[in-house]
């Protein structure tokens, strides 16, 4: 079963702030965090590892709940570059497989 | 630019036909993921190939299969086309580590099946 993501899709306006939401079904090892822009490849932003990581680079950060099973990314003082889908990927350990969430797709007006 | 590349960039084809998909790994990486993505979905899973042996598979049927080479490289087959394998073919090299590792992908092959 993959991730469901959370919301589907939101607007913003430049500076805004957003919040993605990922949560799984399956006990989780890690959480990647990926943005797709229309017709092209999806591009890594960051990972996380169970133990309740927190991580950020950047006005992009994340983090990892692993008891419950959740994962959100914060996108702060939005850019219009932030735009696109956002996809979270879990992990089971010692299983390779990446399982990609549902999607949110994020627009950045001016 | 994450320095994986796939050829074709696009491909169109016909139901029934074979199809090949090429995906040259990043330096240093000996694993690939290949994903199918399908218009407005995100990427599913089909397999992944560590030191040119299948390291797990997705719920794809067997008429997607591949090959690993010892330069790391890989091939996507599927032969029997159909209507619905019509997407975006995604690979990504990576470098094991438990679970730990990213995922590079690369820009894609575009296949649309007629």
């Known amino acids: 079963q993959q991730p469901v993501q959370s919301p589907q899709a939101v607007i913003l306006r430049e500076g805004e702030d957003a919040v993605i939401n990922c949560s799984s079904s399956k006990a989780l090892y890690s959480v990647h965090w990926y943005r797709q822009k229309h017709g092209e490849a999806p591009v890594f932003l960051m990972i996380l590892l169970k133990g309740g990581e927190q991580k950020g680079h950047d006005k992009i950060s994340a983090s990892f709940n692993e008891k419950k099973q959740q994962s959100s990314l914060y996108l702060t003082a939005s850019q219009l570059s932030y735009s696109g889908t956002y996809f979270c990927?879990?992990?089971?350990?010692?299983?390779?497989?990446?399982?990609f969430g549902t999607g949110t797709r994020l627009t950045i007006i001016p | 630019e994450t320095g994986v590349t796939q050829s074709p960039t696009h491909l169109i084809k016909t139901r029934g036909q074979q199809v090949t998909l090429r995906c040259s790994s990043q330096?240093?990486?000996?694993?690939v993921s290949w994903y199918q993505q399908a218009l407005g979905q995100g990427p599913q899973f089909i397999f992944q190939y560590y030191r040119e042996e299948e390291n797990g598979r997705g719920n794809f049927p067997p008429r997607f299969s591949g090959l690993q080479f010892p330069n790391y490289s890989s091939e996507l087959n599927v032969n029997a086309l159909e209507l619905d394998d019509s997407a975006l073919y995604l690979c990504?090299?990576?470098?094991?580590?438990?679970?730990?590792?990213?995922?590079?992908f690369g820009p894609g092959t575009r296949l649309l099946v007629l």
């Open positions: 990927g879990d992990t089971n350990f010692g299983n390779e497989k990446l399982t």
């Open positions: 330096s240093g990486h000996n694993t």
């Open positions: 990504a090299s990576s470098f094991p580590g438990q679970g730990q590792e990213t995922q590079y």
